[in-house]
């Protein structure tokens, strides 16, 4: 009763504040009773946070014709998710058809069972599930493959060998693949290798009981203490022996790469050839997986070359691409290609850098060859797609003409539940979480509807309220229908474009940069600190504020003015640092410019292309490419004419030795 009281009470008090929203209410499309029901939402969120089910089975009651009426039973259903029986949850999908928060509350609730073992329960649930992250999809092939699907243990292959870090519910797919007899010895063996090397004990022993090496965690652990020590006078005769030379390989690569270089060609000697690769493997892979510690070496390449022949994991065959296309090494780059898996090969990365590799042939049907695969990859416009067409003189000079979104887009835009929901909440500044999790899936809706229409609808919307990041989100996936205005957005452009030509630096690409930093959020915060539309660090601004001879005012970064003039200040500062160099610049921004120089080459200058590619952080080899397509994209937005990715990524200077 007191918590009815206080609910009439709330009402009451905030009758003059609805009053007082009303005109910004009324221009987002929204009615004012609608916003009213909709700022329960919050409420009801303090009630679930606080575990609080009787009230929020009240805000079930009184929210159930808002648009936002399926959370608080969303919630009261994901209090003690795991114990809910599985009918709760199909009921909840079947009356939420296809929504944003019917699919997580399944795609969890498989998650839940999966940890319980309980298999059969979740198996009902499964066909909710149509977005299914990584660890999702592996609880759900669990599933499947306990009711007896034989499909399961090809598609997951990658899982079966992966041995870097992965979802409990991947670790959990792989062990259930130990008792299928469809993994024949060699993938046991190839497993337990990976295993061994990666120095994951536990594991590769439980492998190696399946088939019939018997290897203890005692010897292991005594490996472990003194790997060097060991491979002077190891026996080679078994194959415990061979296992055991594995892993004291990898456990020497780990903490001494020279060492164990030195120590390999010798440890191999008079084993089988299958056993002379695997030690090979381990020294080439875990080089290529420690450049951050032990920068690239050659000499790694030469060991995964050595290694050829022996079946690569999907994350083996990446690690010899790269270090194949770090040092030109094009054969060896080839052999990497057509050891990766079918999906691998085919993406658009690995088939440009197929051509760039096929070309370096000397015969007319090699160099066909790529100017085919070019050819097809330049029908895009992604970071790949732009260098393919640089290598065959195709110009980029024009973009396609900005669809507009008609009436008609705009008014089934409004009746969308899915954009409603997600317009909703940000109108009562709900949690980004929620936010964009409804406006993610309603993109996705659309898309898979085929509805570039109503997606850029959506991001015209979006633009016009300021919602860029959304806005952008949205005009990237549209299949048929673009607009390159909303696609790439260039909010604040005369403060943007008079700061990068008052600090000598390319409008284009500080715009490319800060698409790909913040979206244009200018609140943007990352988890380390760094802030607004370029992502300044405070030490960052701090040192650029000294620069500029100005005082620091850590409020300054929060304003649009003063984190565009300071960001591109110190994107001018840290390029002339890195040799000029635009792309060692970007990497610099994201990494730091001492690891940026410190990737640089010693001994011979290499295109820009290899460099990136071959950078050893995921985030920041991706980061570049990104920086640099949008930075193309907004040269012939801002009318600088024909653009060529290729000219904005010269070839790659040695590193200083200063």
Same mark, same amino acid.
């Given at each position: 009763?007191?918590?009815?009281?206080?609910?009439?009470?709330?009402?009451?008090?905030?009758?003059?504040?609805?009053?007082?929203?009303?005109?910004?209410?009324?221009?987002?499309?929204?009615?004012?009773?609608?916003?009213?029901?909709?700022?329960?939402?919050?409420?009801?969120?303090?009630?679930?946070?606080?575990?609080?089910?009787?009230?929020?089975?009240?805000?079930?009651?009184?929210?159930?014709?808002?648009?936002?009426?399926?959370?608080?039973?969303?919630?009261?259903?994901?209090?003690?998710?795991?114990?809910?029986?599985?009918?709760?949850?199909? #009921?909840?999908?079947?009356?939420?058809?296809?929504?944003?928060?019917?699919?997580?509350?399944?795609?969890?609730?498989?998650?839940?069972?999966?940890?319980?073992?309980?298999?059969?329960?979740?198996?009902?649930?499964?066909?909710?599930?149509?977005?299914?992250?990584?660890?999702?999809?592996? /609880?759900?092939?669990?599933?499947?493959?306990?009711? =007896?699907?034989?499909? @399961?243990?090809?598609?997951?292959?990658?899982?079966?060998?992966?041995?870097?870090?992965?979802?409990? #519910?991947?670790?959990?797919?792989?062990?259930?693949?130990?008792?299928?007899?469809?993994?024949?010895?060699?993938?046991?063996?190839?497993?337990?290798? =990976?295993?061994?090397?990666?120095?994951?004990?536990?594991?590769?022993?439980?492998?190696?009981?399946?088939?019939?090496?018997?290897?203890?965690?005692?010897?292991?652990?005594?490996?472990?203490?003194?790997?060097?020590?060991?491979?002077?006078?190891?026996?080679? +005769?078994?194959?415990?022996?061979?296992?055991?030379?594995?892993?004291?390989?990898?456990?020497?690569?780990?903490?001494?790469?020279?060492?164990?270089?030195?120590?390999?060609?010798? +440890?191999?000697?008079?084993?089988?050839?299958? @056993?002379?690769?695997?030690?090979?493997?381990?020294? =080439?892979?875990? =080089?290529?997986?420690?450049?951050?510690?032990?920068?690239?070496?050659?000499?790694?390449?030469?060991?995964?070359? +050595?290694?050829?022949?022996?079946?690569?994991?999907?994350?083996? %065959?990446?690690?010899?691409?790269?270090?194949?296309?770090?040092?030109? /090494?094009?054969?060896?780059?080839?052999?990497?290609?057509?050891?990766?898996?079918?999906?691998?090969?085919?993406?658009?990365?690995?088939?440009?850098?197929?051509?760039?590799?096929?070309?370096?042939?000397?015969?007319?049907?090699?160099?066909?060859?790529?100017?085919?695969?070019?050819?097809?990859?330049?029908?895009?416009?992604?970071?790949?797609?732009?260098?393919?067409?640089?290598?065959?003189?195709?110009?980029?000079?024009?973009?396609?003409?900005?669809?507009?979104?008609? /009436?008609?887009?705009?008014?089934?835009? #409004?009746?969308?539940?899915?954009?409603?929901?997600?317009?909703?909440?940000?109108?009562?500044?709900?949690?980004?979480?929620?936010?964009?999790?409804?406006?993610?899936?309603?993109?996705?809706?659309?898309?898979?509807?085929?509805?570039?229409?109503?997606?850029?609808?959506?991001?015209?919307?979006?633009?016009?309220?300021?919602?860029?990041?959304?806005?952008?989100?949205?005009?990237?996936?549209?299949?048929?229908?673009?607009?390159?205005?909303?696609?790439? %957005?260039?909010?604040?452009? #005369?403060? @943007?474009?008079?700061?990068?030509?008052?600090?000598? $630096?390319?409008?284009? !690409?500080? &715009?490319?940069?800060?698409?790909?930093?913040?979206?244009?959020?200018?609140?943007?915060?990352?988890?380390?600190?760094?802030?607004?539309?370029?992502?300044?660090?405070?030490?960052?601004?701090?040192?650029?504020?000294?620069?500029?001879?100005?005082?620091?005012?850590?409020?300054?970064?929060?304003?649009?003015?003063?984190? $565009?003039?300071?960001?591109?200040? &110190?994107?001018?500062?840290?390029?002339?640092?890195?040799?000029?160099?635009?792309?060692?610049?970007?990497?610099? &921004?994201? /990494?730091?410019?001492?690891?940026?120089?410190? !990737?640089?080459?010693?001994?011979? +200058?290499?295109?820009?292309?290899?460099?990136?590619?071959?950078?050893?952080?995921?985030?920041?080899?991706?980061?570049?490419?990104?920086?640099?397509?949008?930075?193309?994209?907004?040269?012939?937005?801002?009318?600088?004419?024909?653009?060529?990715?290729?000219?904005?990524?010269?070839?790659?200077?040695?590193?200083?030795?200063?």
């Amino acid at each position: 009763m007191k918590e009815g009281k206080w609910m009439l009470k709330q009402k009451f008090t905030q009758k003059n504040y609805y009053k007082l929203l009303a005109l910004t209410v009324a221009a987002s499309g929204l009615s004012l009773s609608a916003y009213a029901a909709d700022e329960q939402f919050n409420d009801a969120l303090r009630a679930a946070n606080s575990g609080n089910i009787s009230l929020l089975q009240q805000y079930q009651y009184s929210m159930q014709n808002d648009v936002l009426g399926y959370y608080p039973e969303y919630w009261i259903l994901n209090n003690n998710l795991a114990s809910q029986p599985a009918s709760a949850i199909t #009921s909840f999908a079947q009356r939420y058809p296809q929504s944003a928060m019917a699919e997580k509350l399944a795609a969890d609730y498989v998650e839940e069972k999966v940890k319980q073992a309980d298999f059969a329960t979740a198996q009902p649930v499964l066909q909710y599930v149509s977005n299914a992250d990584r660890a999702e999809t592996c /609880a759900i092939a669990q599933v499947r493959a306990k009711s =007896g699907d034989p499909l @399961v243990y090809a598609e997951f292959k990658d899982v079966w060998l992966t041995t870097n870090s992965q979802p409990d #519910s991947c670790t959990g797919l792989g062990r259930m693949m130990l008792s299928s007899p469809l993994m024949t010895k060699d993938d046991r063996h190839q497993r337990m290798w =990976g295993q061994l090397r990666a120095g994951q004990s536990g594991q590769a022993i439980a492998t190696a009981q399946t088939i019939g090496v018997n290897i203890s965690l005692a010897q292991l652990n005594t490996i472990q203490a003194n790997p060097l020590n060991y491979l002077w006078a190891a026996p080679k +005769a078994t194959a415990e022996d061979h296992a055991y030379l594995i892993y004291a390989m990898g456990r020497l690569a780990d903490s001494d790469l020279n060492g164990a270089m030195s120590s390999v060609k010798r +440890a191999a000697e008079g084993t089988p050839e299958s @056993v002379q690769k695997a030690l090979y493997r381990s020294v =080439g892979y875990i =080089g290529g997986t420690t450049v951050m510690k032990n920068n690239f070496n050659r000499e790694v390449l030469n060991y995964l070359d +050595a290694s050829y022949g022996l079946p690569f994991s999907s994350e083996e %065959a990446e690690i010899y691409a790269r270090q194949a296309i770090r040092f030109g /090494a094009w054969e060896s780059l080839i052999r990497a290609i057509d050891a990766m898996n079918v999906t691998q090969k085919q993406e658009d990365r690995w088939q440009y850098w197929l051509a760039r590799a096929s070309e370096q042939r000397g015969d007319a049907s090699s160099k066909r060859t790529a100017q085919d695969i070019y050819r097809k990859l330049a029908v895009g416009d992604d970071y790949h797609n732009l260098l393919a067409r640089d290598k065959i003189g195709q110009s980029y000079n024009n973009i396609p003409s900005n669809v507009q979104p008609s /009436a008609q887009d705009a008014q089934r835009l #409004s009746q969308d539940i899915h954009f409603n929901r997600a317009f909703a909440l940000r109108n009562i500044n709900a949690s980004d979480s929620y936010i964009n999790r409804e406006w993610n899936w309603a993109v996705r809706q659309a898309y898979l509807k085929h509805d570039d229409g109503m997606i850029l609808a959506a991001a015209k919307r979006a633009t016009d309220i300021g919602w860029y990041d959304r806005a952008i989100y949205a005009a990237d996936r549209t299949t048929n229908k673009h607009n390159y205005s909303l696609r790439y %957005a260039m909010p604040h452009q #005369s403060y @943007v474009v008079s700061h990068s030509r008052n600090a000598g $630096i390319d409008p284009a !690409w500080a &715009y490319g940069l800060m698409r790909q930093e913040s979206r244009f959020v200018t609140s943007a915060r990352s988890h380390v600190g760094a802030g607004g539309l370029m992502q300044i660090m405070p030490d960052t601004a701090k040192l650029v504020a000294r620069q500029m001879g100005e005082s620091y005012n850590p409020a300054a970064l929060s304003d649009m003015n003063t984190n $565009i003039r300071y960001g591109t200040y &110190y994107l001018s500062m840290i390029q002339r640092q890195l040799s000029n160099s635009p792309v060692l610049a970007t990497a610099g &921004y994201n /990494a730091g410019p001492n690891r940026a120089r410190r !990737w640089q080459p010693e001994y011979q +200058a290499i295109a820009a292309d290899q460099y990136t590619e071959s950078i050893p952080l995921t985030e920041t080899r991706d980061y570049v490419k990104h920086v640099m397509t949008n930075a193309t994209h907004y040269g012939l937005l801002l009318g600088q004419g024909p653009q060529s990715i290729e000219k904005r990524m010269q070839m790659i200077p040695l590193r200083s030795t200063q």
